[in-house]
């Protein structure tokens, strides 16, 4: 897989029509996804006094948004983005100012009753049911963008880069405004930031390459009855377990051994890593199909993730973060690419949605399990179900290169 002309290639991306100005509304659009989990914890663990009452909070914002996000992608695809930016550019920030409430309500009316935690329950729920889709909406941009597999290929390898850059710099904000002033301060920059998403995004010229058709006629099912499809939707979720593992073993490792400072600096080594290993992969002029070259992806990633079960030296834990990460980000754009090549047009918007539910509901689960076992058995569990989780994507890849192969030869028998 040798590297041909990655800088011109990178050039001739970044010198397409409106590529530059996606980007960088990209990139401030979607500061909240990074933002959001950190400050939603910090703040409603201040109001309610509770971190268990917080993180469940959490829980219900993720699991709602991953409820609608299929519901949304299929209205775009079927209405187009604009009007669905707007309700949700509207309610989403609308649903968070409403979470001032419980600080704002003694400044004003200090005899009233506090407002009861139902009302948090209520603004999280409507806020994750309403978050405005637009990674999904990126990502579906270029897949209408470039027609050129080489392109489509760094332009799904730069917006996952941007995606973690997003995850960098996002706690990054919230931490600093932690630092200066409050989670109140910290909560409301996050508003800041929600309030502003849409309305820039509409102004950029993203909005007006996402296509839509409200004549064609649908499956009930859409995406779901290509089969390609389910089987890459599935491998996203084993491959985003993999990750989950990952990102809740490293502070495990950290806080088994008694250096808990060691979490952070592993995470961000495992981020820079992956931000990394994703301008490389965008820059890669591969002689091979992506269904061809995936499973070896996942055979580098299942040897670094089994390497984490034998390592103690946090040195060598450092190294093995940074390695795995180069893998993360060409993981995921794989599977990116596999999506828009295998997604009939007519369900762009809804197919990236299920591929993002995937991705939340995979880290999830990792994170859920991989706590138990950790608990039970100790961090070697944790990155033990990481490995094994990759190992299932690695068997499904090498399916689906095997069924693409026999579909291309019946092909070329008729």
Known sequence: MPFLNARDRYLKFLQEPDVRAILVTS????????????????????????????????????????????????????????????????????????????????????????????????CMAVAGAFCPPLIVLTRAVWRYRFESPELRQTAFSFDTVLTELNFILGPMLIAFALAIASPVWAFLLLVIFATLAVPLFLRSPAVRYIKYDRTIERHWLGPLTEPRLLLVFVITFTTAMTLG?????????????????????????????????????????????VEQHTPWIFVALLLFTALHIVTRIPGWFLLLATV?????????????????????????????????????????????????????????????????????????????????????SEVGLT
């Open 27 to 122: 990139l401030i659009t979607r500061m909240p996804v990074g933002m959001s989990s950190l400050a939603f914890l910090m703040y409603l663990s201040d109001v309610t006094g509770s971190l268990a009452i917080a993180g469940a909070h959490v829980g219900i914002y993720l699991v709602a948004m991953s409820i609608a996000a299929p519901v949304i992608g299929r209205l775009v695809d079927r209405f187009g983005a604009r009007r669905l930016l707007w309700v949700t550019g509207v309610v989403y920030p609308l649903a968070l100012w409403l979470l001032f409430l419980p600080v704002v309500m003694p400044l004003v009316a200090p005899s009233a009753a506090p407002l009861p935690t139902v009302f948090i329950t209520v």
């Open 245 to 289: 593992t990952l990102e809740l073993g490293y502070p495990a490792f950290a806080t088994r051994y008694g250096e808990p400072f060691w979490g952070g600096i592993l995470i961000a080594f495992s981020s820079i890593g992956s931000a990394t290993g994703g301008l490389i992969y965008g820059g890669i002029r591969f002689k091979s199909s």
């Open 324 to 408: 795995s990460g180069m893998l993360i980000a060409p993981s995921l754009t794989a599977l990116t690419l596999l999506t828009s090549r295998y997604v009939p047009e007519r369900y762009t918007a809804e197919a990236f949605t299920w591929s993002s539910t995937c991705v939340v509901s995979g880290l999830g689960a990792g994170m859920a399990i991989g706590g138990s076992l950790g608990e039970w058995y100790g961090v070697p569990a944790i990155f033990a179900l990481g490995a094994l989780s990759v190992a299932v994507s690695l068997t499904l890849a090498l399916w689906l290169k095997q069924t693409q192969k026999k579909n291309a």
